[in-house]
């Protein structure tokens, strides 16, 4: 039995739901609502999410991607093997743990959660961001490939709910349509709203 910890407000937590839908595996999710005494022995360093499966604790939500398709589904296009694609891959699974996490994900820290210690220059870095996303995305309709590969999936919730951030989409008409790619594709699951959920 998979066993996936988190929160439904996560972008980080999100990925990995959405992977998990896409490739059709059953699992159980169990809310959290900080750093427990359960949650801090299967990650000292109290980070979300986490995945059980069968004896097998994972952190980080790009490794546990990675994971997922490895085990259970090797040879998916979601994660190519051949080495100019798979560091596409990779360059943007980086860019979501670093500029969008820096950015749209940091301001939506702010705007919902009252989070401190934030970088002050989130929505600056938010569009500059978006930018160079929309013009990428003008040239081909996924980030790292041709097809949605894991890439996609880390990139889109922040994304997607960069407007809970004070920052937004109306003018990154490539970001939109691409939202509507990922959205389109068989097992969706979409992050809720925060004004749709109680945070946990």
């Not at 546990?64 to 085990?71: A, D, E, F, T």
Request: aromatic share 8%.
């Amino acid at each position: 039995m998979i066993i996936l910890y988190g929160t439904l407000l996560s972008g980080h937590v999100h990925r990995v739901r959405l992977l998990l839908s896409i490739l059709k595996l059953d699992y159980q999710f169990e809310a959290v609502s900080g750093p427990s005494s359960e949650l801090l022995g299967m990650n000292p360093l109290g980070q979300i999410p986490i995945l059980k499966d069968n004896g097998i604790i994972l952190s980080d939500s790009n490794a546990i991607m990675v994971y997922l398709v490895k085990r259970y589904a090797p040879g998916s296009s979601l994660l190519p093997q051949d080495p100019v694609p798979a560091a596409h891959v990779q360059r943007w699974l980086s860019i979501a743990t670093g500029e969008l996490r820096q950015g749209p994900a940091a301001a939506r820290m702010v705007c919902l959660f009252h989070k401190e210690n934030e970088p002050a220059n989130a929505k600056e870095q938010s569009h500059a961001l978006f930018t160079f996303m929309n013009t990428h995305l003008g040239q081909q309709e996924f980030l790292a490939t041709p097809h949605p590969t894991l890439a996609d999936l880390a990139c889109y919730a922040y994304t997607a709910r960069a407007p809970e951030g004070g920052i937004s989409l109306e003018n990154y008409l490539h970001i939109q349509e691409w939202l509507k790619r990922i959205e389109a594709l068989p097992g969706f699951v979409s992050m809720p709203w925060a004004k749709d959920v109680n945070p946990v």
